[in-house]
């Protein structure tokens, strides 16, 4: 329902912030592939584009899928594609890439360990899952959302399923950026 009027001031700012701390987690990756997962409409993805052979924007959302397929058309990229697919509900065992970051995505996911679960399989060996998202935040009550989350909490959950050489660290505070409220953002670096 958002999707039209997604990108606001504020979440390009956001996207422009968390892009940033993706970039400097990426190692040789201008000969890599890396799949932006919930990508929304697109708005961390565009940032990097030029930091990866290819991206590919993957959302649920069939309406955020066509606002980042009209920027990839008017802006002639040539090294992006699409996907809508759902991770909570199937897992693709044809796909696979070098990274994988997600950028306030995790909050929406019911069902955390599985999506990362399915996630790590997805990735090749030696690969990287970088999440960006929200520190918890007890002031945030949502059926909706999860009130951000511990880091020590989520790199136990993703060591119990596999991925090792985990490290995240707290890089942005706002303004009323998270349901209104002023929050920090980490970033969560991890491999396969």
């Not at 890599?32 to 697109?42: L, R, V």
């Not at 994988?100 to 690969?127: C, P, T, W």
């Not at 490290?167 to 409220?181: E, R």
Request: with cysteine.
């Amino acid at each position: 329902m958002i999707a039209n009027t997604y990108d606001t001031p504020e979440r390009v700012q956001i996207a422009k912030v968390s892009s940033d701390a993706i970039r400097e987690y990426l190692v040789d990756a201008k000969n890599k592939n890396a799949i932006d997962f919930g990508c929304g409409t697109g708005l961390v993805g565009m940032n990097l584009l030029n930091d990866f052979r290819s991206i590919l924007f993957l959302d649920t959302s069939q309406n955020m899928i066509h606002q980042i397929k009209q920027k990839i058309s008017r802006s002639n990229i040539q090294n992006a594609d699409t996907l809508c697919f759902d991770f909570e509900k199937d897992s693709l065992s044809d796909l696979n890439t070098d990274y994988i970051f997600m950028a306030q995505v995790l909050l929406h996911i019911k069902n955390v360990e599985l999506v990362l679960s399915r996630l790590y399989d997805v990735l090749n060996v030696g690969g990287h899952l970088l999440i960006v998202d929200f520190n918890k935040n007890e002031e945030i009550v949502s059926d909706m959302v999860h009130n951000g989350f511990e880091q020590v909490k989520l790199a136990d959950i993703m060591t119990k399923i596999g991925y090792k050489d985990i490290q995240s660290k707290t890089f942005y505070n706002g303004s009323k950026i998270f349901m209104g409220h002023d929050a920090s953002m980490f970033i969560l670096d991890s491999q396969k």
